[in-house]
Nanobody, 124 residues
Framework: QVQLVESGGGLVQPGGSLRLSCAAS????????MEWYRQAAGKQRELVAT??????NYDDSVKGRFTISRDSAENTVYLQMNSLKPEDTAVYYC???????????????????WGQGTLVTVSS
């Protein structure tokens, strides 16, 4: 079974830092892009950061404060969050929108996979 598992959420004071991790496991052939989303209470889920093999992109609300990075060998993506603000409070989800799973011998297919989410609370 292929899955994404996030970790690293928690309670932090304004101005503090957290690092989220998202590890992909299972029979993974390749991962192109990995993304971080967040969803605050009562709001729609929004895209925070994207990492592809050639580029990274950020929502304007987190530029200069958040950094997305990947360890391709470990199929893991990270989100380093600095200078956190109360408005960053949300459940954070990672996503692999076009992960290729399976083997060449048994067949390959694309999946759009989400993690279960990890709660980040920024409060004094």
């Amino acid at each position: 079974q292929v899955q994404l598992v996030e970790s690293g959420g928690g309670l932090v004071q304004p101005g503090g830092s957290l690092r989220l991790s998202c590890a992909a496991s299972g029979t993974i052939f390749s991962i192109n892009a990995m993304e971080w989303y967040r969803q605050a209470a009562g709001k729609q889920r929004e895209l925070v950061a994207t990492s592809t093999s050639t580029d990274t992109n950020y929502d304007d609300s987190v530029k200069g404060r958040f950094t997305i990075s990947r360890d391709s060998a470990e199929n893991t993506v990270y989100l380093q969050m600095n200078s956190l603000k109360p408005e960053d409070t949300a459940v954070y989800y990672c996503r692999a929108p076009r992960m290729v799973i399976g083997t060449i011998q048994k067949g390959l297919r694309y999946v759009d996979l989400w993690g279960q989410g990890t709660l980040v609370t920024v409060s004094s």
